[in-house]
């Protein structure tokens, strides 16, 4: 079955380490966007891609790293992973909609 | 800056009573405009969109949303509510000026109780 998919759907980290989410969508859509939703913030944007080798921030940008080598595929990178990184995060990909994937639950201990 | 309020951040009412939830945004030129429901512990769906013509949408579940451009609104509906509709409803645009990037709102969690 077609769509967007996450990996890992949980993950258990400790402070400092690297953490790569993966983002992979079936539809070849030019946009894809990652936010984490945290209880109180709603959802925050935190970097999107136009296409492949596009990419630009969003509204909390600081402590991740995105790539975009592939329209199919949208990995985001926590360098030194911290606490306040704790979240559940999204990948969602579309044009003039957006589709969400099931989310990556991500403790940092 | 653009934004998006949804005036209920928690709503509790009873099976077969009547849904309205608030949206309004702040943004003066062109808007698409839509309705997200994330079910506990699911991801975000979608419900239903607006982008130009008949401004009374309906969706799936039997949810409808109306736009209103002169109110800056976007209220979504549903005139008799199941248990199953308890979830968390988001709001969102989508400008001219920012084609791809959407405007959440906070979300506004709904109760249903049997």
């Known amino acids: 079955d077609a769509g967007i998919t996450q990996s890992p759907r949980y993950k258990i980290t400790e402070t400092g380490r690297q953490v790569t989410l993966m983002c992979h969508q079936t539809?070849?859509?030019?946009?894809m966007f990652w936010y984490r939703q945290d209880l109180g913030h709603g959802l925050r944007l935190i970097y999107y891609s136009a296409a492949a080798d596009i990419t630009d921030k969003g509204e909390v940008p600081d402590g991740y790293v995105v790539s975009r080598s592939k329209t199919e595929n949208f990995p985001l990178t926590l360098e030194s992973a911290t606490r306040s990184q704790t979240s559940v995060y999204f990948c969602?990909?579309?044009?003039?909609?957006?589709?969400f994937g099931p989310g990556t639950r991500l403790t940092v201990l | 800056a653009q934004s998006v309020s949804q005036h209920n951040h928690h709503v509790i009412l009873s099976e077969a009573a009547s849904l309205e939830l608030g949206c309004n945004y702040s943004?003066?030129?062109?808007?698409?405009l839509f309705w997200y429901v994330q079910y506990p512990g699911q991801h975000l769906q979608l419900l239903l969109k607006y982008f130009s013509g008949d401004p009374l949408v309906k969706g799936i579940k039997g949810f409808e949303a109306e736009f209103i451009k002169s109110k800056f609104s976007f209220n979504l509906r549903k005139p008799s509510v199941q248990w199953s509709d308890t979830a968390e409803y988001f709001c969102a645009v989508m400008t001219t000026d920012s084609w791809g990037k959407f405007q959440f709102g906070a979300g506004t969690q709904v109760v249903v109780t049997p």
């Open positions: 539809w070849s859509h030019s946009y």
């Open positions: 969602a990909s579309g044009t003039d909609t957006q589709y």
């Open positions: 943004y003066g030129g062109t808007v698409n």
